[in-house]
């Protein structure tokens, strides 16, 4: 009969465990940082096609204090929130200048932004994962969504 030895797995097994109850911190602070860097670009984006009227829109863009959990995934939304001083809501204002109207030609700004935030989200969510394997620190999402803000704004990343 064959026999299993565990002996050397307890070292392993306490850092997995360690592991299991600081990936939630961490992949909240992770979450933060990527809102915080999709937010900048579609602001940028949003800049970019000229959609600063009175500008409520383009500040108005955000995103919760806090991730949403969907199951075993955490998720959260980023989106122009609220209403303007006439009380047109703001995302509906971004999904008129997105898609277009009769009257309004479409400029597809999210999916720029979108090009932009493919480039910066993953550098700074490795560099996070990176900098939690060197230290065993949470890293701050502020701190490493100002690191990556500047990715991503090339132009030649729009397809």
């Not at 995103?63 to 995302?91: C, E, H, M, W």
């Not at 509906?92 to 999210?110: D, L």
């Not at 065993?136 to 990715?151: D, F, L, N, Q, T």
């Amino acid at each position: 009969m064959a026999r299993f030895d565990t002996s050397g797995m307890d070292a392993l097994l306490a850092d997995m465990q360690r592991m299991g109850q600081q990936t939630g911190p961490l992949a909240e602070a992770m979450t933060m940082a990527a809102a915080e860097i999709i937010k900048g670009c579609w602001q940028r984006s949003a800049d970019e096609h000229g959609l600063r009227d009175t500008g409520a829109m383009i500040e108005s863009i955000g995103y919760p204090r806090a991730p949403t959990n969907f199951g075993d995934a955490l998720g959260i939304d980023v989106y122009p929130q609220g209403k303007d001083s006439k009380g047109v809501r703001n995302a509906e204002k971004a999904f008129v200048q997105h898609y277009g109207t009769g009257r309004v030609p479409a400029t597809y700004f999210v999916d720029d932004a979108d090009a932009y935030s493919e480039e910066a989200v993953p550098d700074a969510l490795q560099a996070m994962l990176d900098e939690y394997n060197d230290t065993g620190r949470i890293p701050s999402a502020a701190s490493a969504a100002a690191a990556y803000a500047h990715k991503g704004t090339r132009k030649e990343t729009i397809k």
